[in-house]
């Protein structure tokens, strides 16, 4: 079902404006998306947690081989809901998804191998006081000369709050995005209004480190925080981390089309994945006034590459053999919210009255139109091979096409690389995937990305060519300029926050 190939399209070069951007998809566990990828005997993620040489390795396999930046997804708990809840045993025995160390220690040591690329963190708004993550964020962009990025999550697994909650649930989405549209507002206040642009002296003649008058409390008084500043960590080179969104609920577009730089979707059909970025770019100018060409969009896809057909179909037979069926089922309850322990092997799924289940398979089954009938088996096949994820299996030129069809029919701006195993994954990608692609002009040539190196880019100027917000993002005119005083910024500030808070 998944081997299945779109139509192949020309190698044709496209008008060579669209050049990806090329994300490796990480997590610090065992394993990510593919289930019992670390059984895979060329897999080194088995023990990545306590070795610095693995990190250290793949970065520079990222660097050189043409990868933009690393995402890290995360999660502060257990798939516990298959035959649960707090059935952790599945996810456990296959590690899958767990165990998860703090993926943030691993950025210094990626960031200490290379010159240009990025990274992406998810950090959720309910682990830890705002105060606190911008002073981890801001030490991150400051260790990497300005290559960080924040995605911001809400959370979902009940596994998550019920350990920082104190036993609580989690509240509903309503609750959690008005909750952590304000904790996003306070970030922002610490990193752009807090802190002068130039207020770091570091005069050793003079004994000056800090002007003082380059310092300012935020005093933010809100339903959720009261937070006076400032900010504990001196401004990076963009001073604010790039804002990373991923989420694909109605509130969760929402948080995206106010805030978000860059946006992780996942889609099973090029045609939902262009609804799902037309719908963000539409709500982002028409709700929050922005130019929607200031926000990129990925999407997560799981390739499997191999130099002819024989040889695709034997590393797939390979993923399937390593498998584990009752963690993939626990994946999939995890991430649905549904317990698919209640169902039998052989029950239609798209019959049953569970419509949160229902929509899932309606979904799965527009983009895999050879699978007639969607059961417990067909998840069990899915998620195995790509977790939540597509997947594209084929010849590196087969696998160029799809996405170069998938680029010019949905407008997507890059692609979230999952792995099978790692960094065995990551240098087919960057040894067969990556140079077909720049046959399309859809990645950047050796030339240009050493052009990037030596400047030392931010992600923002990566991104976008500037360390500055887009000066239609809703928290643009919060950044306190080397050119302001402190009595001309704090009269315009209010203004400033009429801006901010007028998008709620």
Same mark, same amino acid.
């Given at each position: 079902m998944t081997e299945k190939q779109s139509p192949q399209i020309k190698r044709a070069k496209t008008s060579g404006k669209k050049k990806l951007i090329i994300n490796a998809f990480l997590m610090s566990s065992p394993g990510c998306q593919a289930i019992n990828s670390w059984r895979n005997e060329a897999d080194k993620t088995a023990f990545s947690a306590e070795s610095p040489n693995y990190w250290l390795e793949l970065g520079k396999i990222l660097e050189n081989g043409g990868f933009t930046a690393v995402f890290f997804a995360d999660v502060l708990g257990p798939y516990d809901v298959y035959n649960g809840?707090?059935?952790?045993?599945?996810? =456990?025995?296959?590690? =899958?998804?767990w165990p998860l160390p703090d993926p943030s220690y691993y950025i210094p040591l990626l960031a200490a191998v290379t010159k240009r $690329? =990025?990274?992406?963190?998810?950090?959720?708004?309910?682990?830890? &006081?705002?105060? &606190?993550?911008a002073r981890r964020l801001g030490t991150l962009d400051l260790i990497t000369g300005g290559r960080v990025g924040w995605n911001i999550v809400t959370s979902y697994l009940d596994s998550a709050s019920r350990n920082l909650l104190n036993g609580h649930t989690l509240p509903d989405k309503v609750e959690r995005y008005e909750k952590a549209e304000e904790y996003v507002d306070v970030v922002y206040k610490l990193f752009l209004s807090s802190w002068q642009d130039g207020a770091v002296k570091a005069d050793k003649k003079s004994g000056v480190f800090t002007d003082p008058n380059g310092l300012r409390h935020i005093d933010h008084e809100g339903k959720h925080y009261n937070v006076p500043g400032p900010g504990l960590t001196q401004p990076s080179k963009q001073k604010l981390p790039v804002i990373i969104q991923a989420g694909l609920s109605p509130k969760g577009r929402e948080l995206a089309a106010r805030n978000a730089e860059i946006v992780f979707l996942n889609y099973p059909t090029k045609e939902?994945?262009?609804?799902?970025?037309?719908?963000?770019?539409n709500l982002a100018k028409e709700k929050f006034g922005r130019d929607p060409s200031k926000i990129k969009f990925l999407t997560l896809i799981t390739v499997v590459i191999g130099d002819s057909a024989a040889e695709v179909k034997?590393? $797939?037979?390979?993923?399937?053999?390593?498998?584990?069926?009752?963690?993939?089922?626990?994946?999939?309850?995890?991430?649905?919210?549904v317990d698919i322990g209640k169902y039998s092997y052989d029950e239609p799924l798209d019959k049953l009255d569970n419509g949160a289940l229902v929509s899932i398979i309606q979904a799965w089954k527009a983009g895999y139109s050879d699978v007639e009938v969607w059961t417990k088996r067909?998840?069990?096949?899915?998620?195995?091979?790509?977790g939540s994820g597509h997947i594209f299996a084929g010849t590196a030129e087969e696998i160029a096409?799809?996405?170069?069809?998938?680029?010019?029919?949905?407008g997507v701006d890059g692609i979230n690389f999952a792995y099978t195993n790692s960094p065995g994954s990551f240098k087919d990608i960057s040894e067969k995937l990556i140079p077909e692609l720049r046959i399309r002009g859809?990645?950047?040539?050796?030339?240009?990305?050493?052009? =990037?190196?030596?400047?030392?880019?931010?992600?923002r100027e990566q991104l976008f060519g500037t360390n500055e917000l887009d000066e239609t993002h809703p928290a643009s005119a919060l950044r306190w300029k080397s050119s302001e005083t402190k009595e001309e910024f704090e009269s315009r500030f209010p203004k400033a926050l009429e801006k901010l808070h007028a998008t709620f």
């Open positions: 809840p707090g059935n952790f045993k599945p996810v =456990a025995k296959a590690g =899958a998804q $690329l =990025a990274f992406g963190i998810t950090i959720s708004t309910i682990s830890e &006081h705002p105060y &606190h993550l939902s994945l262009k609804g799902g970025i037309d719908s963000i770019r034997q590393k $797939l037979e390979n993923i399937r053999a390593l498998g584990d069926e009752e963690a993939a089922l626990a994946m999939f309850s995890g991430w649905s919210g067909q998840i069990i096949e899915r998620v195995t091979l790509a096409d799809q996405i170069q069809d998938w680029v010019e029919y949905s859809l990645a950047q040539t050796q030339e240009e990305l050493a052009n =990037a190196n030596e400047p030392g880019l931010s992600f």
